[in-house]
Structures are given as C-alpha cells and as structure tokens.
C-alpha cells in the first residue's frame, strides 16, 4: 500500500555552469546546465536563464581527434583553469536538415572549467578552424 503525500519529490540538483563570456547572440543567457543524453554523443546546452534557449553541443574529439584550440591567458584567467584536468571542450552542433549533414563550430569552441563550473564561448582568433565543419566519424 502506498501512502499520498503533498510533499514534492526530491530533485536531483544539475550543477550550474556560469557563462563569463556569453554565448553570441545571447548576453543576457548566463546561466546553464549541460543535460546528457544517454547512448549518445549529443548533449544540449539547456539555458536557466531562459528555459526556451537551448543548444545542441557535442566533445569536438570525436570527430575531429586532432582539435586543438589554443586560448589566450586572458581566457585561462577568466575561466581561472589552473590545470589542463581542468578543461572541457565543446562545439556547437547546427543540424536544421538532419544529423546526415550537421555541422560543428570550431571556430568558437565553448570552454568548460569543470572545477569552478566557468565557462565562455571563445571565438579563436588567427587559427585556420571553420564556423561549419561537417560531422566526420
């Protein structure tokens, strides 16, 4: 037998991330929350800040191994990484036609520091990296 109650079931509580550099576009989108989805390398950028804005993001070494971004001490600063255990990166995936022919931004990476839960869309300068690389496997 199970008893009614008018208590609320207990959330889980989603760690927040805190965007220091704003995603383009969206400056007054600070907060987020990354949710992920199982059995797949998707993960969506849910906003707090505006529950209606949410991203697409996917790890970029998946389909490139070779991605290397290289950000300014500025960044590092903001971002207050003090070791490379520190960092997650991620991309913004466009897909308005399909999964078949998405693509990545590597030009501007979000980075992650996983340790203080900072994060900022960097937009890389002087590096040869596209705005809508193809998804390769």
């Known amino acids: 037998m199970t008893a009614a109650t008018t208590e609320a079931p207990a959330v889980e509580t989603v760690p927040t991330l805190e ?8 400056p ?3 907060h987020f929350t990354i ?3 199982h059995d797949s390398l998707l ?3 849910q906003c707090l800040d505006d529950t209606d804005l949410r991203f ?3 790890p970029p070494n998946v389909f490139y191994p070779d991605y290397a971004p ?5 960044v590092v600063e903001d971002l207050e990484i003090t070791a490379e255990s520190d960092v997650l990166l991620l991309v913004l995936l466009s897909a308005p036609d399909g999964l078949a ?5 590597l030009r501007a990476p979000l980075v992650i520091n996983v340790r ?3 994060a900022a869309q960097v937009v890389l300068e002087d590096q040869d990296h596209p705005l809508a690389a193809p998804l390769q496997s």
């Open 43 to 45: 993960r969506t950028l």
């Open 101 to 105: 022919t998405a693509t990545v931004n």
């Open 70 to 74: 290289v950000v300014s001490d500025q």
């Open 56 to 58: 697409l993001v996917v």
């Open 19 to 26: 965007m220091v550099q704003p995603i383009l576009g969206f």
């Open 116 to 118: 203080t839960r900072r």
């Open 28 to 30: 007054a989108a600070r």
């Open 35 to 37: 949710v992920d989805h």
